[in-house]
């Protein structure tokens, strides 16, 4: 999990961003290739599904990639917040993506079983050369997923961690291929529509948390029980802050705007409470690289307008010197 509070400067988290998207474009771009043309000429209806996977993956790490390059752009008069946003949209995309891959592998398999039971099923020829490419897919899968899973999080990119829960997903679903070949070479083909429909089902939860998360962060929503904690602690240790009502804010990719609503002494001055709401926002941009931008608002604080005349509770009136 990313530390929310730290993050890397713009221009070294949009480096490790394209890189790690370019790599995973690289790697699936030579997997799909493989896998179809050893699918293709092994006769094996596991490992060319599992390259038509790989082909999939790439027409939607073409899509990251685009969506990632618009995201690193900087801050406009129609976009004054920036556009980190995209990486938020792209991940709707990419969840997407898996679920309807998910849901493709599932039907495959599952008339890949009535098939079977209808006699209709491929026969399956020498699958030696098919075993060791779905073999070497996993390995290499699972050093894509934890590099580009560690690169997700040293730059607190969500892109970059849901591209890595994509890679191992494909591991998942090269070791069913993997498991497929084998058993159909020992005369049991029931296996691999097997393997294959349990990870699809896997493969299609993945994708619905995806969307889930990034239509979240999409949506104005509190910043998370945690960080709001921190912030509420953050402004109580100006003396004139009363009380903190309210932390709100909304999302632009790993970034987040803050709408804060603090509680003074009604006797304040207008000026004084400017004051107080600038050390508020001046606080919180300084100890939180996460955060982008504060809009504080201040008013009497609820104590003094609940109650008449106000309990103890309710703090005197700190004055600057």
Same mark, same amino acid.
């Given at each position: 999990m990313t530390d929310e509070s730290k993050i890397l400067p713009g221009a070294e988290r949009t480096r490790k961003g394209?890189?790690?998207?370019? #790599?995973? *474009?690289?790697?699936?771009?030579? *997997?799909? #290739?493989?896998?179809?043309?050893v699918g293709l000429t092994a006769h094996s209806p596991a490992l060319l599904a599992d390259g038509i996977n790989s082909i999939s993956d790439v027409a939607y790490g073409i899509v990251v990639k685009i969506f990632m390059q618009i995201s690193a752009r900087p801050a406009d008069k129609e976009h004054p917040y920036g556009h980190d946003r995209m990486e938020s949209i792209a991940a709707v995309a990419v969840g997407s993506f898996i679920m309807a891959t998910g849901i493709s592998i599932f039907w495959s398999a599952i008339s890949s079983v009535i098939g079977q039971f209808r006699g209709t099923a491929p026969e399956h020829s020498e699958l030696s050369l098919a075993l060791y490419v779905a073999v070497g897919t996993i390995v290499l899968k699972l050093f894509l997923w934890l590099y580009t899973r560690r690169l997700g999080?040293?730059?607190?990119?969500?892109?970059?961690l849901v591209l890595a829960t994509d890679h191992r997903n494909d591991t998942l679903s090269s070791?069913?291929?993997?498991?497929? #070949?084998?058993?159909?070479?020992?005369?049991?083909?029931w296996v691999d529509p097997l393997a294959g429909a349990v990870?699809?089902? #896997?493969?299609l939860f993945t994708g619905i948390d995806i969307v889930r998360d990034a239509s979240t962060d999409l949506m104005n929503s509190s910043p998370g029980a945690e960080l709001t904690e921190r912030i509420r602690n953050m402004i109580k240790e100006i003396p004139q802050v009363i009380d903190v009502e309210e932390i709100t804010g909304h999302r632009f990719g790993v970034y987040i705007v803050l709408n804060v609503v603090i509680g003074v002494h009604p006797t304040l001055w207008v000026a004084e409470g400017n004051v107080v709401a600038t050390r508020v926002e001046k606080k919180i941009m300084s100890e939180l690289d996460i955060v982008r931008r504060v809009f504080v608002h201040y008013h009497p604080a609820k104590c003094f307008r609940n109650e008449t005349p106000p309990q103890k509770r309710c703090i005197p009136l700190t004055r600057e010197p």
């Open positions: 394209m890189f790690g998207v370019n #790599i995973g *474009l690289f790697a699936n771009t030579f *997997l799909a #290739i493989i896998k179809t043309v999080r040293e730059s607190g990119n969500n892109m970059l070791f069913a291929a993997a498991l497929g #070949i084998f058993f159909s070479r020992e005369g049991y083909p990870v699809a089902i #896997i493969i």
